[in-house]
């Protein structure tokens, strides 16, 4: 080991890498520091400030990590490949070491070389713990531990290639080949289940990215530590059939039984049961929160999560098995609390949603349709199964045979998980735990009142409430946060399980039966959700009356330059903020609850309810319009004279007391539309609406809590830094200048010391 460290830093090739490897680092990490700089100079707190830096994907470590690949090559090619080329092999053979001996003192060598990379980053580290705010230290450890792996199996395969050859430019290319072959054999044979398994875990793509998030997975170390052990023992056996010359048959059941002793080992270490995590971040970022750890605390007893594919379905391609190894990733922070779970795919075919089929095979059948594709893509057909034999087990009319999947208990309780129409597509930790927790608690059920002309959660266009309530496909309809959601008449006293009850623009008023019906439920304790419209007063009014509301007579404006008078907009008040994370949420972000055509909400008697003005328009520019009703052609104009008063008008009340040991929560609201499909994928210049985010903080106060599952985190507290751009300057000439001259003189007096021995 000390000869091959002497030969390594009298080598130009070490110190250039060393040299090369500060520069870039430098240069990387300064830049990192600059982004810092500029954020706080726009008066903005920097966000995660340790990971933005040093690891995550951006970070000087993740950075550095993405360049090993051209270091180590250059640094092993002559381990042994010098000792083939100059003939001193056979000194070493005819020494008193042993072959083990040999390959463990060259690879110590480049081990202790390689914690040169270490010093130089822990250089900037030890910047990083100074000036940085509640510097994230055990994150940034465990990131160097990954590019420390990742320089260790890097090193070993490096060591094989060089035992293989004496040309130690074909040493430096082989090992390069290897490395493209681990990155890329993560895809091979992905359609052959036990193939599969064995090639993603032979990748090494990825292998560090969970080191870089602050987070150890026994897997992952276990593999980095399963190859050195590899090409290890693969270059002993190397060097052994150099001394005793054994038959190639022989050396082949070594190299053979090494190769399947590792891989069974792996298979097993990466067994879910057997796997382990350590989160190294100060907010667990990558684990559960503890919300969704309680919700799987409370799943006892066998789980399955079976994804149903329908091959002729746009989103097919989400759990084809060539990505099925990282499509299960999606779920690995739940395997880890719940490490028995099963995974299925099946995979069926069934005419659904296909615009591309639809126009390239518009009179095929669905047999012929599979046929065509699987002939274009090579696909096995007996893997895809009729819809009629899935049926047998599951109904997937209801989700209009799109790519869903099916979470179920030994106990027989089910819940669907889906994909959505937007940008991120799957599901995120709050909709697979909200999912969860249906199968171990109660689920709200929300009645829509009808029979008045009512909004229809059964109406998705621009009027009804389809969207919110019941659409699969929207991310944030109440169907995908956990309420179960029907239709009601008040013809029948409200069921007991009726958690809320809607009424929405009423047309027509309650008979008196109906609106019996209707107060014994607000004398019991309901929660109630009630949304006014102008023209729809005399309906609507004795609906409130009985809360100590009406809504106002007339329809408010707010005339803009940009917007039509009618269009009304609402801000969070300071008191509702505080009954509310998600409504205070709403505030600090500066969005506005945005109506057309909408009447105030007034308090006309005290009913036995703690009254808050929950949204407000502003006091000036906004008033009860009595005159204008063409708002197209018309821009209406204040007339006190005509009883029109300029004021804040309350757009929402927040009505709450205590029953029977429960408190009782009611929404009251001066527009329907603002819940419809219409106002809910608007969008205008300039305005920030939170009609989505409304929806979502009023029935998680009215589930109290419950649903969706909160799954927020705490902000990581790494959000100041004490240095400013003045310092920019003098880090760039330390980090960037200074430490790699410091090195580029060290080279150099040891180049001259060794020339004048």
């Not at 090992?175 to 072959?181: D, Q, R």
Request: overall charge negative; some cysteine; aromatic content about 12%.
């Amino acid at each position: 080991m000390k000869t091959e460290l002497r030969v390594l830093f009298y080598s130009p090739i070490a110190w250039l890498i060393l040299i090369v490897f500060a520069l870039q680092s430098g240069i990387e990490f300064c830049g990192g520091l600059a982004e810092v700089f500029r954020t706080v100079a726009l008066g903005y707190s920097p966000y995660a400030t340790t990971s933005s830096v040093f690891a995550g994907h951006s970070g000087v470590i993740a950075k550095m990590l993405d360049n090993l690949y051209l270091y180590i090559p250059l640094l092993t090619m002559g381990l042994m490949s010098r000792e083939l080329s100059s003939g001193s092999i056979k000194l070493l053979y005819s020494s008193p070491v042993s072959n083990i001996q040999i390959i463990a003192g060259k690879y110590l060598a480049t081990l202790i070389y390689g914690l040169g990379f270490v010093a130089i980053l822990g250089l900037q580290i030890a910047l990083g713990w100074i000036v940085i705010k509640d510097f994230d230290i055990t994150m940034v450890l465990v990131a160097l531990l990954g590019l420390y792996l990742t320089v260790c199996a890097y090193a070993a395969i490096g060591l094989f290639m060089s035992t293989i050859t004496q040309y130690q430019v074909v040493a430096a290319i082989g090992t390069l080949a290897v490395l493209a072959v681990l990155n890329f054999i993560g895809s091979v044979g992905q359609e052959i289940d036990f193939v599969r398994d064995i090639t993603y875990w032979l990748s090494i793509a990825g292998r560090s990215e969970t080191f870089m998030e602050g987070m150890i997975n026994s897997a992952d170390l276990l593999y980095f530590l399963l190859v050195v052990l590899l090409f290890l023992t693969l270059s002993v056996i190397k060097l052994h059939s150099e001394r005793s010359k054994p038959s190639p048959a022989v050396s082949a059941l070594k190299y053979g039984t090494v190769i399947v002793v590792v891989l069974a080992l792996g298979y097993v270490s990466s067994l879910p049961t057997l796997t382990h995590y350590y989160d190294g971040t100060q907010t667990k970022r990558n684990t559960l929160t503890q919300a969704s750890q309680d919700v799987m605390a409370k799943l006892d007893g066998g789980l399955t999560l079976t994804t149903y594919v329908n091959i002729l379905e746009q989103n097919y391609d989400n759990g084809m098995p060539s990505w099925r190894n990282w499509d299960m990733d999606r779920f690995e922070k739940y395997v880890r609390f719940k490490p028995e779970m099963k995974m299925r795919y099946v995979y069926y075919y069934h005419r659904a949603y296909f615009p591309y089929l639809d126009q390239k095979y518009p009179d095929l059948t669905d047999e012929e349709r599979l046929e065509k594709l699987c002939q274009s893509n090579d696909w096995d057909k007996e893997r895809f199964l009729p819809y009629s034999e899935i049926a047998k087990t599951v109904d997937l009319s209801g989700e209009n045979y799109r790519f869903v999947r099916l979470f179920e208990r030994e106990n027989g309780q089910r819940i669907f998980l889906r994909i959505y129409e937007d940008n991120q597509r799957h599901p995120g930790e709050t909709e697979i735990s909200t999912a969860l927790k249906t199968l171990v608690t109660e689920t709200p059920l929300v009645g829509f009142v009808t029979g008045h002309g009512e909004r229809s959660i059964d109406n998705m266009g621009v009027r009804g409430y389809g969207l919110f309530a019941r659409e699969t496909t929207f991310r944030y309809s109440l169907l995908n946060e956990g309420f179960r959601v029907e239709n009601l008449s008040l013809a029948e006293p409200v069921d007991p399980a009726i958690s809320v009850l809607v009424i929405s623009d009423m047309r027509e008023p309650f008979t008196p039966t109906e609106m019996r019906h209707y107060l014994d439920f607000v004398a019991r304790g309901g929660n109630l959700v009630i949304l006014g419209e102008p023209r729809r007063q005399a309906d609507m009014n004795p609906v409130v009356a009985p809360l100590g509301l009406r809504f106002t007579d007339d329809l408010l404006v707010r005339p803009t330059r940009e917007f039509l008078a009618d269009l009304m907009m609402g801000e969070v008040t300071q008191q509702m903020s505080e009954l509310s994370r998600e409504f205070r949420t709403i505030r600090r972000y500066g969005e506005n609850l945005v109506t057309v055509t909408a009447c105030g909400v007034e308090q006309t008697a005290d009913a036995g309810f703690e009254v808050t003005d929950g949204i407000v328009t502003d006091s000036t520019g906004v008033w009860n319009e009595r005159q204008t009703r063409n708002f197209v052609d018309e821009t209406p104009t204040l007339d006190p004279r005509s009883g029109e008063v300029e004021r804040s008008y309350s757009l929402m009340k927040y009505l709450r007391r205590e029953v029977e040991g429960r408190e009782q929560r009611i929404f009251v609201l001066g527009d329907a539309d603002c819940f419809a499909g219409s106002e809910l994928s608007a969008s205008r210049s300039g305005i920030r609406a939170a009609n989505f985010s409304l929806i979502q903080a009023m029935f998680k106060m009215l589930s109290y809590d419950e649903f969706p599952v909160d799954t927020s985190r705490v902000r990581p507290p790494d959000d100041a830094i004490s240095l400013t751009q003045k310092a920019s300057p003098w880090l760039k000439l330390l980090y960037e200048w200074g430490i790699p001259g410091l090195l580029l003189l060290g080279s150099i007096l040891v180049w001259t010391r060794r020339r004048n021995r």
